[in-house]
Nanobody, 114 residues
Framework: QVQLVESGGGLVQPGGSLTLSCAVS????????MYWYRQAPGKQREWVAT???????AYNGFVAGRFAIIGENIENTVYLQMSALKEEDTAVYYC????????WGQGTQVTVSS
């Protein structure tokens, strides 16, 4: 029912910024716990940020205030704003919706390199 489509990834220099988009269809993100995850080659997928259906947003400690997860109701889109990017932020970033059933997007590549 729910489909998630990520976009906005690309190549950025260390210290730069990117905003990733997760376009939601088949439902509205406000009916789900929304997440961003990331996975680097050869590594486990790791949690980045959460925007709960009810409650406050939460972030993995490695974000250190650099990222923000934001929902835009009219556009039915969840964003991940990223700044002060580091080379270790390089990964495929995935959107997730969860309210009993779990849905994943296809991912978008973020490469941080000089």
């Amino acid at each position: 029912q729910v489909q998630l489509v990520e976009s906005g990834g690309g190549l950025v220099q260390p210290g730069g910024s990117l905003t990733l988009s997760c376009a939601v269809s088949g439902g509205h993100f406000s009916d789900y716990d929304m997440y961003w995850y990331r996975q680097a080659p050869g590594k486990q997928r790791e949690w980045v940020a959460t925007m709960p259906k009810s409650g406050t947003t939460a972030y993995n400690g490695f974000v250190a205030g650099r990222f923000a997860i934001i929902g835009e109701n009219i556009e039915n889109t969840v964003y991940l704003q990223m700044s002060a990017l580091k080379e270790e932020d390089t990964a495929v970033y995935y959107c997730r919706a969860d309210w009993g059933s779990v849905y994943w997007g296809q991912g978008t590549q973020v490469t941080v390199s000089s």
